[in-house]
């Protein structure tokens, strides 16, 4: 397993591009199962996780060939022949549930493993199988598999989600775009990750409206054709490298990169004092004077502010001029990363589901461990930061949803490299 160590080296300057994103990706891939024709993502981010679902699908006898160095990905599911997508493939990502709702509306059966909790929750599914057994399904929970069938196809069906789930959405969203009748998705998910998903449905021939709000209305139809659809702007990506030049006192453009993805993030940037502008080509972030403010931060659903931004804001957060809470709304542990900055000198104190961070003048580098996949670049963010070297050891978890990291960032300067353990 390979290492990143990251030593302090001032301000950064320059741009850094922003890939498509992971999560968006990751519920556009399983599309392909709803129709017979070829599906085309472009702008496909490079990245572990879009490799695991390759192989899910594959699993499931559907082509994916990977091109243009993995940017392009051309799917067909003409000829699946597997409605089982195995625990050893699923437990390494939880977002292989999302074949279920595809296989259901196509085939009318799906196995699927139980994906398991993962490291900052336990991450039930329940609200997925609540979903489709609205829309008709019947389920059956036996050896650590969901079994599910469902007679005369899935059937259009109103459903309110008891909280909101981007996942059980995305679920819903795709079995909905095949089942006979209309249904009506209320406190559904607002992420423009589902906004994406629902723009290539529609361009499959799905009928959809409502993507982006809370209210998401699907009329079936009996089949959907081939499309080809660009992965809308990893917001994500784009949020935590608006931090690099932030703590480090630098400006650096983040390409691709806009405000609509990233508003509350931004408005709370802009709160701490961090200057912000919008361009032709992307997102021009600089910080030049000193040490943010300290603010206080809450997790949400869409637009509220990101829990996967948390862990990186955080970082910044610990650099800052004063105390801040973060309140994590979303998962039940998602502070893993709090050690390991305690370990660089930050000072926090986490109570529940509340860290109150207090700045500090500069962290110090030292040996850290990856946790999860926003706490290893959470680390990584500190290192540009502190004085000396920081060792990030189980890199794995950052090559799952960063491509590149120590070119993107060495290209504005930073000390940054990889070195096998
Ligand atoms: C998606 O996970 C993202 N993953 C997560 O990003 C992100 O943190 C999360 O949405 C929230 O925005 C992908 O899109 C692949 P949820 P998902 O269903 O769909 C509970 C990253 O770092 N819940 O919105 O799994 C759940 O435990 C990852 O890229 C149930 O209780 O999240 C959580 O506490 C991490 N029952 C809350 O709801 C269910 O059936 C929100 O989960 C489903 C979820």
């Given at each position: 397993?390979?290492?990143?160590?990251?030593?302090?080296?001032?301000?950064?300057?320059?741009?850094?591009?922003?890939a498509g994103?992971k999560?968006?990706c990751l519920?556009l891939m399983p599309?392909?199962?709803?129709?017979?024709?070829?599906?085309?993502l472009?702008?496909a981010p490079r990245l572990s996780d879009i490799k695991t679902m390759t192989t899910l699908l594959a699993s499931?006898?559907a082509e994916v060939s990977s091109l243009?160095d993995g940017q392009v990905l051309a799917m067909?599911?003409?000829?699946?022949?597997?409605?089982?997508?195995?625990?050893d493939i699923v437990r390494k990502m939880?977002a292989s549930?999302?074949?279920?709702?595809?296989?259901?509306?196509?085939?009318?059966?799906?196995?699927?493993?139980?994906?398991?909790?993962?490291?900052?929750?336990?991450?039930?599914?329940?609200?997925?199988?609540?979903?489709?057994?609205?829309?008709?399904?019947?389920?059956?929970?036996?050896?650590?598999?969901?079994?599910?069938?469902?007679?005369?196809?899935?059937?259009?069906?109103?459903?309110?989600?008891?909280?909101?789930?981007?996942?059980?959405?995305?679920?819903?969203?795709?079995?909905?775009?095949?089942?006979?009748?209309?249904?009506?998705?209320?406190?559904?998910?607002?992420?423009?990750?589902?906004?994406?998903?629902?723009?290539?449905?529609?361009?499959?021939?799905?009928?959809?409206?409502?993507?982006?709000?809370?209210?998401?209305?699907?009329?079936?139809?009996?089949?959907?054709?081939?499309?080809?659809?660009?992965v809308?702007?990893?917001?994500?990506?784009?949020?935590?490298?608006?931090?690099?030049?932030?703590?480090?006192?630098?400006?650096?453009?983040?390409?691709?990169?806009?405000?609509?993805?990233?508003?509350?993030?931004?408005?709370?940037?802009?709160?701490?004092?961090?200057?912000?502008?919008?361009?032709?080509?992307?997102?021009?972030?600089?910080?030049?004077?000193?040490?943010?403010?300290?603010?206080?931060?809450?997790?949400?659903?869409?637009?509220?502010?990101?829990?996967?931004?948390?862990?990186?804001?955080?970082?910044?957060?610990?650099?800052?001029?004063?105390?801040?809470?973060?309140?994590?709304?979303?998962?039940?542990?998602?502070?893993?990363?709090?050690?390991?900055?305690?370990?660089?000198?930050?000072?926090?104190?986490?109570?529940?589901?509340?860290?109150?961070?207090?700045?500090?003048?500069?962290?110090?580098?030292?040996?850290?461990?990856?946790?999860?996949l926003?706490?290893?670049?959470?680390?990584?963010?500190?290192?540009?930061?502190?004085?000396?070297?920081?060792?990030?050891?189980?890199?794995y978890h950052l090559d799952r949803g960063y491509e590149r990291?120590?070119?993107?960032?060495?290209?504005?300067?930073?000390?940054?490299?990889?070195?096998?353990?």
């Amino acid at each position: 397993m390979d290492k990143i160590v990251v030593t302090g080296n001032g301000p950064l300057k320059g741009q850094i591009p922003i890939a498509g994103a992971k999560n968006a990706c990751l519920t556009l891939m399983p599309a392909t199962l709803l129709s017979e024709e070829p599906l085309t993502l472009t702008n496909a981010p490079r990245l572990s996780d879009i490799k695991t679902m390759t192989t899910l699908l594959a699993s499931l006898g559907a082509e994916v060939s990977s091109l243009q160095d993995g940017q392009v990905l051309a799917m067909s599911s003409h000829d699946i022949n597997n409605h089982t997508a195995d625990y050893d493939i699923v437990r390494k990502m939880r977002a292989s549930i999302l074949v279920l709702g595809p296989l259901l509306a196509r085939y009318g059966h799906a196995v699927v493993s139980l994906p398991g909790g993962c490291a900052i929750g336990a991450r039930p599914v329940d609200l997925h199988l609540k979903a489709l057994e609205a829309m008709g399904a019947e389920l059956e929970l036996k050896d650590g598999y969901i079994h599910a069938k469902v007679s005369g196809g899935l059937k259009g069906a109103q459903f309110e989600f008891p909280f909101v789930s981007v996942g059980a959405t995305e679920n819903a969203l795709m079995a909905a775009s095949l089942a006979k009748g209309t249904t009506v998705l209320k406190n559904a998910a607002r992420e423009p990750e589902i906004v994406d998903l629902v723009e290539c449905l529609i361009k499959m021939g799905a009928q959809i409206e409502g993507q982006g709000s809370s209210t998401i209305t699907v009329q079936g139809v009996d089949r959907l054709n081939g499309a080809t659809h660009p992965v809308v702007t990893d917001r994500i990506e784009l949020g935590t490298y608006m931090l690099a030049p932030v703590i480090t006192g630098g400006e650096v453009e983040l390409l691709g990169g806009r405000r609509n993805l990233v508003d509350t993030f931004c408005d709370k940037l802009e709160e701490a004092g961090v200057s912000i502008e919008e361009t032709k080509t992307g997102l021009k972030v600089k910080h030049a004077n000193g040490r943010v403010k300290a603010v206080d931060v809450t997790t949400e659903p869409f637009p509220g502010f990101p829990t996967d931004l948390q862990a990186q804001m955080m970082a910044l957060l610990c650099t800052s001029e004063g105390t801040s809470e973060l309140h994590e709304t979303i998962f039940e542990n998602r502070f893993m990363h709090a050690p390991e900055l305690i370990r660089m000198g930050a000072d926090i104190e986490v109570h529940g589901g509340t860290a109150t961070v207090t700045g500090v003048q500069r962290l110090k580098g030292a040996p850290v461990m990856a946790t999860d996949l926003r706490a290893s670049v959470s680390m990584i963010l500190a290192g540009l930061a502190a004085e000396g070297e920081t060792v990030l050891s189980r890199v794995y978890h950052l090559d799952r949803g960063y491509e590149r990291v120590e070119e993107k960032l060495s290209a504005c300067g930073a000390m940054i490299e990889r070195v096998p353990e």
